[in-house]
């Protein structure tokens, strides 16, 4: 058993997933939401049409990560809502066609970026949860990685909402982000 191969293949596998680029595998990934409706009841939803890359460090934590959400492909299993999530007193998807997400830094179990959503910019911190890289059967590496947190609606522009004749409103400002994200490395 030569050990020095054994090393420098190693060193080898280390240094060429360094730096490695992944793109997102839509396939088995997904980008979901919930808000609460009534006050009573959560409402699930997410979008079908989405994109990016990320990097990882020596350590295979994400050191960098860039991603586009399509507004048009949001679904909540109701087509008549999803008609008017898209429209100009919500998302209005017809002026601001997406949504961004740029990473800044993780540290630890928390990762920083720029979420830009209906043309407003906001520094958010999202709970980081590093799922691994593996050999991808079919060649080079996949890699995974969950990302969940909180927004207010509101704080980019979305502040459409029925008052109710009980009290409270139709719609949470907060809405709850549930990221999956597989990728398979260029």
């Keep these: 058993m030569d050990l020095k191969k054994i090393f420098l293949a190693g060193l080898f596998s280390v240094v060429t997933l360094f730096g490695a680029t992944f793109n997102i595998d839509k396939s088995h ?7 609460k409706h009534m006050m009573i009841s959560n409402v699930k939803g997410s979008f079908d049409d989405f994109k990016g890359s990320f990097e990882l460090d020596s ?12 507004v048009a492909s949001i679904n909540t299993a109701n087509a008549k809502r999803d008609s008017h999530l898209k429209a100009d007193d919500i998302f209005d998807a017809a002026k601001y066609p997406t949504i961004t997400f740029k990473l800044t830094k993780v540290d ?11 043309g407003v910019t906001k520094n ?19 890699a995974g990685f969950s990302l969940s947190g909180k927004i207010k609606r509101s704080d980019y ?15 949470s400002d907060e809405v709850k982000l ?9």
């Design 29 to 35: 990934s997904s980008v979901g939401f919930k808000v």
């Design 59 to 70: 350590n295979n934590d994400l050191s960098s990560l860039n991603g586009v959400v399509e």
């Design 108 to 118: 630890g179990d928390k990762a920083y970026g720029k979420f830009t959503m209906k």
């Design 124 to 142: 958010i911190v999202l709970d980081y949860d590093k799922g691994g890289v593996m050999n991808n059967p079919r060649g080079g590496k996949i």
């Design 157 to 171: 522009g979305i502040t459409w909402n029925k008052v109710l004749e009980a009290g409270g409103v139709a719609v």
């Design 178 to 186: 549930e990221i999956e994200i597989e990728g398979k490395s260029k």
